[in-house]
């Protein structure tokens, strides 16, 4: 079929599939009871891969690939724009004012927003437990832990905590949720009220900020920290650049840090003037803007950096950089050739299993580059893949595996048109190569969607039969993982009603993923969390 034909196909039964979704209500009201405590089991969505390997893949979905083309709306959760409680319709400038990914752990959904609120939902039905408000915008998936019964892995037993770095509260609850924020602050909230734990700073730098989705395992949580830095510095008035990139150990208990990993060893200094004649600093930069991967059996944290600022080269800038949990100290650091060119990353490192002795890390670059490396040869490459399609150019928020294959999106090239598409391929996860490529189809964007362009740079998640996947136009797709072939198509781009009346925009699909738990799918639109199920039961 051509590609016209076939968007056109998609389309129309889309449309077909979901005549009265558009009208479908936002879900306001408070939930009738009070919640229950809150239990971290298996069958859940937790963090940002799912499980600490960062697979993104739902082995246990309660949906089958052949019940997937018979997803409906079930509801709808309208955010509150600004944290102040109201609930308005988005501008167009505001089109993806939430790009977070929600978790859902049992049969609570927590989900976090740029105006800072952080929600407790039922995941069935959409309403409201409780509600916090950060000091600042969060783009971080929430993480949930057990406090009930910690037991200590690294270091002495007993530690005091010094009131400077956290804000403890000593009566622990069952489990707690963690987050970051655009601050550069981490929070726990007791998991069942809403109720702040403690907070603690992760970086001093006055743009440091939580960009990647913290990882907890036992009874630590790794915190990759980031800044905004770069974007200061497109000014040549900013005096670039100070921050270094980190990763951060807390003690989830209490918030205490317990150490702490700069990918840049040195501190900044001065090293010569710009052309505006403002001083610049070096050695910077080396940001960790995605979730850390853990392996267990080795006891190793793998994180993603970011390009080095100023002209001394840094071992750990533009890597796939491998930690001791234990103590953070760096075990290797493994660079990748297209670093030099300005192809850093957005997406997290994943880790898989190949065999019984055999482990993988996979990487996806910026430049449309993806790596396969070995973890037990100090990152050494197994493979590497060069998305040689056409329309294919960047790739950025993250890759979804399976058993057999790493899915991979890609968006089309920055010089492109804003209408180009983007896609996604499907490479065998031990070897690289090429077992599928689908190019995303371009039907007319609707009106609520602020930006056309067909691209998809929404990170991957995968289901036994099926991968599903969002581009900027608002569209939510499912491909077959046999094929590549078009299964299901939703356009979230469109109004949903308000609990006070008032129309909420849907829009991009963009950086957090959909999360399957339970029967159904959830993911981010614009100002509005969907909600499917098959018929919408």
């Known amino acids: 079929m051509a590609p016209a034909a076939q968007a056109i196909a998609v389309l129309l039964a889309a449309a077909a599939a979901c005549p009265a979704a558009a009208m479908a209500s936002a879900v306001g009201t408070s939930c009738p009871g009070p919640a229950g405590p809150v239990a971290v089991g298996t069958a859940q969505w937790n963090g940002w891969g799912r499980e600490i390997g960062n697979s993104r893949y739902q082995p246990e979905p309660a949906i089958r690939a052949s019940d997937v083309p018979k997803l409906r709306l079930k509801w709808a959760h309208a955010y509150a724009v600004g944290g102040t409680g109201s609930i308005a319709a988005p501008t167009a400038d505001a089109a993806a004012t939430v790009d977070a990914q929600p978790t859902v752990v049992d049969g609570r959904l927590f989900a976090a927003s740029a105006s800072g609120r952080v929600y407790s939902l039922d995941a069935v039905t959409g309403c409201t437990y409780w509600t916090f408000d950060a000091a ?204 030099n060119t300005g192809a850093d990353f957005d997406g997290a490192p994943v880790l898989r299993k190949l065999s019984v002795t055999r482990k993988i890390v996979v990487a996806a670059q910026k430049s449309a580059d993806v790596y396969g490396l070995d973890p037990n040869r100090a990152g050494d490459f197994l493979w590497r893949s060069k998305l040689q399609i056409a329309g294919a150019g960047g790739i950025q928020w993250g890759s979804a595996a399976d058993y057999r294959s790493v899915y991979v999106a890609f968006a089309a090239p920055q010089d492109a048109s804003a209408t180009s598409a983007g896609g996604l391929v499907a490479l065998d996860v031990a070897t690289g190569h090429l077992r599928w490529a689908a190019t995303a189809p371009q039907p007319p964007c609707s009106p609520q969607a602020a930006d056309c362009s067909h691209r998809q740079s929404q990170a991957v998640t995968v289901i036994p039969g099926t991968a599903f996947l969002g581009s900027i136009d608002g569209h939510l797709r499912a491909y077959s993982t046999i094929d590549g072939k078009v299964l299901w198509d939703f356009d979230t781009a469109r109004s949903y009603s308000g609990a006070d009346g008032v129309a909420v925009n849907g829009g991009a699909l963009d950086r957090g993923g959909a999360v399957v738990v339970g029967g159904m799918v959830y993911v981010n639109s614009g100002d509005v969390l969907l909600a499917f199920s098959v018929d919408g039961k």
């Open 136 to 339: 600042a915008g969060t783009r971080t998936a929430i993480v949930v832990g057990e406090l009930g019964a910690l037991k200590r892995t690294f270091g002495p037993k007993k530690s005091k905590v010094k009131k400077k770095d956290a804000h403890i509260d000593v009566e622990k609850p069952p489990s707690a949720v963690f987050f970051g924020d655009d601050g550069g602050a981490v929070y726990a909230l007791d998991a069942q009220s809403g109720r702040l734990l403690w907070k603690t700073q992760a970086d001093g730098h006055p743009l440091a900020r939580i960009a990647g989705s913290p990882t907890l395992y036992r009874d630590r949580l790794y915190v990759p920290v980031a800044s905004s830095e770069a974007r200061a510095a497109e000014s040549p008035q900013y005096a670039c650049c100070t921050f270094r990139g980190s990763v951060v150990a807390l003690d989830i208990g209490t918030g205490r840090t317990l150490w702490k990993t700069y990918m840049t060893g040195e501190e900044p200094r001065p090293y010569k003037l710009n052309a505006a004649g403002v001083q610049l600093f070096e050695p910077a930069g080396a940001a960790v803007a995605t979730s850390p991967a853990i392996d267990t059996e080795s006891e190793t944290l793998y994180v993603a950096t970011g390009r080095a600022y100023g002209d001394a080269p840094q071992a750990a800038a533009g890597a796939i950089v491998a930690l001791n949990l234990a103590d953070g100290k760096i075990a290797w650091a493994k660079q990748l050739p297209e670093t």
